[in-house]
Structure formats: C-alpha cells, structure tokens
C-alpha cells in the first residue's frame, strides 16, 4: 500500500517521529480543549484548571511552531521543488496538519499578550473557543487525508512500477532502500 507522506513522517523512526509530531502536540491540544470545556462552563478564570489551560495554551502554540518550520522546511519545500508530491490527496493531509497549528500558535500569541490585548476575558475565551475549533477540524483532515492510499487518485509508486515491493519490512525500510538520516531534506523523515 502507497501512504502519503503525512503517514510515512509518522511510520518512520519509530517510536520518535510518533510521539515528536503526534502525541506530544494532541496531549498538549486535548488538554488545552478539555480545559476549555471547564472554562466556558464554569468561567473560573482563576485556580489549576485555568493556569493549565494557559500553560497548554503556550506550550503547543510555540511547540507547533517548530513543527511548522520542520514540516516546511524538510517537506514542503524539497517534495514541492522535486515534484513528489503524491495527489492531491498527499498536499491535503501535509497542507491540513501545518495550518491546524496556526490556531494554537494564535492562542500561545494571545496568552503571551501579544496579540487580542485590548480584548476583555470573555473575548479572549472565544477567540480560545474558535482556534481550538479551527485545531480539531483542521488536525482531523490532515489525520483522515493522512490515512488514505494515494493511488486512489492515481499515484503510482516509482518502486512498485519498477517491480519492486513497496511493503516496508519489520525494520520500516523497503529492501531496496538505504538507511536515511532524520533529517534528508527530500522526505518528510
């Protein structure tokens, strides 16, 4: 099976990629959503709950914008110039994962007072409701596009039309494949 290159970040240099790009920043966004689920029922804008929905607030905000730069840098960029982008399918899942940060990169900006200042604590939570709404929806496309086979929409596998296996074995590399650093500026891994 073909996997976009959203999936094959996450399948590569395992368990690291997986808890670098997926558990650390959905930890981090649930517990900012959950906590935000408190504060828009309960408007206690004092005490742990609130501290914590701060805290998570920044911390993914600026976690995601090192994922961002990496993901441009070390994916869109190099598959962009290489022409390797795998469907439209591939661009979705890849596109909708970097701009699923942006939300969470505007709330650690206003938690951080600098952006939304002259905003009362009733506006700010909205603003903190939207983002994260704009996070879930977006995070989702990326996840469901991330997931798809992109030969559904007519991606061919260079090492499949060459009559090799593209299954990866057990290691996660296909035999015809040498070992790659992290950080090969043509593949998202």
């Not at 099976?1 to 670098?20: G, K, R």
Request: glycine letters at 8%; one cysteine or more.
């Amino acid at each position: 099976m073909n996997m976009t290159h959203y999936m094959e970040l996450l399948a590569v240099n395992q368990p690291w990629n997986l808890i670098i790009f997926m558990a650390i920043p959905v930890v981090l966004a649930e517990t900012l959503a959950i906590t935000e689920l408190y504060l828009l029922f309960t408007r206690k804008f004092h005490g742990a709950i609130y501290y914590l929905n701060r805290f998570a607030g920044i911390a993914v905000g600026i976690y995601f914008i090192g994922i961002i730069y990496y993901v441009i840098s070390n994916a869109i960029i190099p598959i962009t110039k290489a022409g390797e982008w795998r469907t439209v399918i591939d661009i979705l899942a890849v596109g909708s994962y970097v701009i699923a940060g942006l939300p969470l990169v505007w709330i650690a900006l206003q938690e951080l007072g600098l952006v939304n200042k002259a905003l009362d604590q009733m506006k700010k939570l909205k603003i903190h409701a939207i983002c994260v709404a704009l996070f879930l929806v977006f995070g989702h496309i990326a996840m469901i596009a991330g997931m798809l086979d992109p030969s559904l929409l007519g991606y061919q596998n260079p090492h499949q039309m060459l009559g090799h296996d593209s299954v990866a074995p057990a290691g996660g590399m296909r035999m015809d494949e040498e070992k790659m650093p992290m950080d090969k500026p043509t593949h998202m891994h």
